[in-house]
């Protein structure tokens, strides 16, 4: 079974830092762009980041530039998320996604282009 399970969420104060990560199962991450996404209560799914299968191409929202980090370790099969400096404004559910079984070389921040999604992880920043 095809599968992305996401971790690493919490509840954190404003300024500190998590690591999400994204866990595939039933098949190989490496041949994948990956992305991540998030949803807060009442608001669009909205792209956050994204990676390329070779890791050359990476993108974010300009809400989170300079303080989250994408990166792939495929040995793992598993791509992370790290979140310095949040804020309460980065609270919201945190999804990632992939396009199978298209490769691509590139990566895109666009919801419509990934046909599966993990459950999502809770991501809290108390002021």
């Known amino acids: 079974q095809l599968q992305l399970v996401e971790s690493g969420g919490g509840l954190v104060q404003s300024g500190e830092s998590l690591r999400l990560s994204c866990a595939a199962s039933?098949?190989?991450?490496?041949?994948?762009?990956i992305g991540w996404f998030r949803q807060a209560p009442g608001k669009e799914r909205e792209g956050v980041s994204c990676?390329?299968?070779?890791?050359?191409?990476?993108r974010y929202a300009d809400s989170v530039k300079g303080r989250f980090t994408i990166s792939r370790d495929n040995a793992k099969n598993t791509v992370y998320l790290q979140m310095n400096s949040l804020r309460p404004e980065d609270t919201a559910v945190y999804y990632c996604?992939?396009?199978?079984?298209?490769?691509?070389?590139?990566?895109?921040?666009?919801?419509?282009?990934?046909?599966?999604w993990g459950q999502g992880t809770q991501v809290t920043v108390s002021s």
């Open positions: 039933g098949f190989t991450l490496d041949y994948y762009a």
């Open positions: 990676i390329s299968r070779n890791s050359n191409n990476t």
């Open positions: 996604a992939v396009y199978i079984p298209v490769v691509q070389p590139m990566c895109y921040t666009t919801k419509g282009f990934y046909n599966r």
